[in-house]
Structure formats: structure tokens, C-alpha cells
């Protein structure tokens, strides 16, 4: 493997190392050293299967910003009003008490591959022997035109959950009757492929009840999208003229928005809306550029171990990274971080190492009890995660299934977060 070492320090940890002499923190006893930067669904898993599986002898520290980590699976359940916010937030508490992980909240500003070391926006430096990235994913500057961050309180994201999934609940339920929400849809790759669609769902349902007459317009770049015809068929079935899809083929590839007058073009046909929902082209979080570890908008890893391509040193889990068949998923993150997790304690303890094997499932819910899924299961070859067979919903499927569905992934939910969080 060519190793591609370069080094980059955020301005503001240069700004704090001149202010003071920076430290170092756990330098000195001698146990290997992980750092895993990002608290999320990969992060989490990440740190836990490490620190759990090695049983103390590799040190471990988490750096995460926040203190609660709101997932974004079953945010959209939030807006539509089936689970509380309180429901979808978790804390490090368990990872620090019960596994001995070492949680630091700070942003980490800067890597030094050549030193192997992480610097805090704090100015505190953490030395790795192994370094963990899964910070998730950042909006591609001028993706959609009109739109930046300076927008988002205007036009939500709500692709990062938390206050942004708040802002956005309170601005359906402010909707005046006969209303209209818009969304914006992403390009491919992104963040969980049903996740827009589930959304649209989630929203038409709490229109239905509050504001019948209101309209949904989803201008979409992509001719396609997941479960396309499982979400059209339950749409007409619960929603019936109340959802707009505007595919590429029809202009919804050709979009603006100006969150001063609140309005859409598509394809040139200008739209006052009420709610505008920009869900922005996506990229790796930007820790992953500022360590060198991008080709494009993504980061390379091998299948095998989840190791960056551009350094062996480096794991990307979840969604910053470009592997091959997976879906950016939480599922796919915590499946991609066990792997990480068995490679990293392979190579700095010499514990047994099997060959990576995947799964991941996306549940998405299109009415009360109306629950759909597609999922598969993958393998490692040295080209990129393959997928080895799938499974999907099918249209026309009885209430009773579709229940059982929907409670599958009630079971999911919290199975896979306290497989993360403890
Ligand atoms: C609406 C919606 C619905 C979804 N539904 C599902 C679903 O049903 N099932 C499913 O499996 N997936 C779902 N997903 C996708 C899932 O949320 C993501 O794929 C998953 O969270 C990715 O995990 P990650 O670890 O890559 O990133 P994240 O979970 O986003 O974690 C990244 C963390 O890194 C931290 N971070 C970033 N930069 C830094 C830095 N410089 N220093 C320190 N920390 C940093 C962030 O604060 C964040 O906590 C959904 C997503 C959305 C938006």
C-alpha cells in the first residue's frame, strides 16, 4: 500500500497551541492506544467492542462533542409523532462507567499522521497507535442553490438529529391549513437511502390528522429511490393526492431555494411554501479531509479491516467512508465497527481474527403500524464490501405482516443502541 502521510491542524488548535504549551494526555503507561473520534453509531460500537473486547489492555478514548447523541434512525418517527425526543437521545455514561472507555467531549480539530497524534479544539493532543474515524457526514457547500448552513434555521436539514428534528416538527405543526411542505431530496450517496422518503411519510401522517388540505412537494434529483414502489403504493393507499414526487425526469433535478421569501423553483416554476425541508448533497465528516483520508467526497477503506486505503493506521467506519455495497446505515455503522474493532484488537493485542461478514436491515414506517423493510447481508473481498443476497417488502403485503414489521424494528431500535451505548 502507498502511504500518502501528510499533516493538518485546524486553525484553531494552531490558535490554542501558541497560547499555551498543549497536553498530552495518556502518554506515558505503555498499553496500546485507540482513538476513535466521533460518538455515533460507528464511534460508539467502535469504542465499546474495543475496550469490552480487550478487557482493559488497549486504551481507549472516545472524543464526541455532544454529551447527548441523538440518533437519527427513528427521528423520523419523531416528527410524526410515534416516539418522544427523549426516546432517541443516549448518553457515554455506561461506555465510561461499565467499559472503562475513556470519553473526552471536544471537537478534534487535527491529525498528525506522521506523529500518530489527534489534536483537540481544546488544545489537548491525544497520541494513538490506532485512530478510529466515524464522524458521520457534512453538506457539500453549494448543493443546492440559496441553501447554507446559514439557511438551516429557516430550511431544516434535519439530517443531523437533535434540535434541527425539533425545528422542523414545530414548523409542521405551525403549517397554516392548506399549507404546503417542500423537501429538497439528495443525490446518491447519502446518509440512509429511505430515510427522505420515510420523512415524507412521517409528515404526511401528522398532516393528515392536523391539515388535510395541505400539500407535500418532493423535488427529487434521483429517477429512483429505495423501496420506490412500496413507498408509492402506501402513499396512494394512506395519503392519496397529497404527495407530490417531482423525479429527475421531470425537473426535480433543477432546483433552488430562497429562504428570504420562503420559495422553491423547480425547473424553473417558482413555489411559495410554508416548510422547506433541504436535504443537501452529502460528504465525509470533515475530519476525514482534514486528515488526508478523502478521495473524492468519501474515504476509501478496505472491506477487511475497515483500514483507510491511504493509511493503515486509520479506520473509517459508518457513513464517511466508501466501501462498495452498504448503504450508509446506523445498522451498516455498528456492523462496520465490530470488524474494525476485531482488526484493531488483532494487531495490537494478537486476538484471533475471523473474516469480515456484514449485515445490515432499514426499516422505515409509512403509516401507524404500516412498517417495511430491505435489507442483506455482505462480505469482504479485497475489491469492497459485497453483497452476498438481500431481501425486501413486497407491494400488496397484509396489515398483519406489516405490523410485525414495524414491531421488528421497535425491537431493533433498542437492541442496536445498547449494543452501542451499553
Ligand atoms: C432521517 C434519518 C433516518 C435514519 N433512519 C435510519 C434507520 O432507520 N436505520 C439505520 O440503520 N440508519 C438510519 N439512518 C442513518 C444513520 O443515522 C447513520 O447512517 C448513522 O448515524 C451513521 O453513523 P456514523 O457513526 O457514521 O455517524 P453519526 O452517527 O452521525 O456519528 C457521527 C458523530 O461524530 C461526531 N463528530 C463529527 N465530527 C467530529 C469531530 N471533528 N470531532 C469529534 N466528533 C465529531 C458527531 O458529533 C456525531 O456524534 C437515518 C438517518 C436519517 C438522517
Known amino acids: 500500500m502507498t502511504l500518502n502521510r501528510r499533516t493538518f491542524i485546524g486553525a484553531g488548535a494552531a490558535a490554542a497551541a501558541t497560547l499555551s504549551a498543549p497536553m498530552v494526555m495518556g502518554a506515558s503507561h505503555g498499553k496500546p492506544r485507540v482513538v476513535v473520534i466521533g460518538g455515533g453509531a460507528g464511534g460508539a460500537t467502535a469504542a465499546r467492542y474495543i475496550a469490552k473486547g480487550s478487557k482493559g489492555a488497549i486504551d481507549v478514548t472516545l472524543v464526541e462533542p455532544s454529551r447527548s447523541y441523538y440518533t437519527c434512525f427513528f427521528s423520523n418517527l419523531y416528527i410524526g409523532g410515534f416516539r418522544e425526543l427523549s426516546s432517541i437521545a443516549h448518553s457515554y455514561g455506561t461506555l465510561a462507567a461499565k467499559f472503562g472507555v475513556n470519553v473526552v467531549h471536544d471537537w478534534a480539530v487535527g491529525i498528525d499522521r506522521d506523529a500518530k497524534m489527534v489534536t483537540l479544539a481544546g488544545g489537548a493532543k491525544l497520541p494513538y497507535d490506532r485512530l478510529v474515524l466515524s464522524p458521520g457526514i457534512d453538506f457539500v457547500d453549494g448543493a ?17 438529529a437533535g434540535s434541527q428534528s425539533e425545528l422542523l416538527k414545530a414548523q409542521i405543526e ?8 417542500a423537501m429538497v431530496a439528495p443525490p446518491n450517496p447519502y446518509r440512509c437511502p429511505p430515510g427522505p422518503y420515510e420523512r415524507v411519510s412521517m409528515v404526511a401522517h401528522v398532516l393528515k390528522e392536523t391539515n388535510p388540505t395541505a400539500k407535500i412537494i418532493v423535488a427529487d434529483p434521483k429517477p429512483k429511490f429505495s423501496k420506490m414502489a412500496l413507498f408509492q403504493e402506501g402513499w396512494a393507499n ?46 465525509a465528516g470533515r475530519i476525514c479531509e482534514m486528515a488526508g483520508v478523502t478521495e473524492g467526497n468519501w474515504a476509501p477503506v478496505i472491506g477487511h479491516t475497515m483500514q483507510s486505503r491511504l493509511d493503515e493506521n486509520i479506520h473509517v467506519l459508518g457513513d464517511a467512508c466508501s466501501q462498495g455495497d452498504m448503504p450508509k446505515s446506523g445498522f451498516s455503522a455498528n456492523s462496520q465497527a465490530k470488524v ?11 486476538s484471533k481474527v475471523f473474516p469480515a461478514k456484514f449485515s445490515n436491515t432499514c426499516w422505515s414506517l409509512i403509516d401507524t403500524n ?15 464490501i459485497a453483497k452476498v443476497d ?12 406489516r405490523k410485525a414489521t414495524f414491531e421488528e424494528s421497535v425491537g431493533w431500535y433498542a437492541g442496536i443502541t445498547s449494543d452501542m451505548f451499553g
Not at 407530490?244 to 420562503?262: I, L, Q, R
Not at 404500516?370 to 469492497?384: I, L, N, Q, R, S
Not at 438481500?390 to 405482516?401: H, N, P, V
Open 390 to 401: 438481500g431481501f425486501i417488502s413486497k407491494t400488496g403485503e397484509d396489515a398483519d405482516l
Open 174 to 181: 405551525a403549517m397554516p391549513q392548506g399549507g404546503t411542505f
Open 370 to 384: 404500516d412498517g417495511v423493510k430491505v435489507g442483506a447481508t455482505y462480505e469482504a473481498t479485497d475489491e469492497k
Open 144 to 160: 443546492v442553490p440559496g441553501w447554507d448552513v446559514s439557511a438551516q434555521n429557516k430550511m431544516p436539514h434535519a439530517y443531523k
Open 238 to 283: 394512506h395519503y392519496e393526492g397529497m404527495i407530490d414526487w417531482v423525479g429527475s425526469d421531470f425537473g426535480g433535478d433543477n432546483v433552488e431555494v430562497n429562504a428570504d421569501d420562503m420559495t422553491v423553483s423547480i425547473d424553473g416554476e417558482v413555489t411559495k411554501v410554508d416548510v422547506c425541508n433541504v436535504i443537501p448533497a452529502m460528504k
Open 340 to 350: 474494525a474493532a476485531m482488526a484493531i484488537r488483532g494487531a495490537l493485542t494478537g
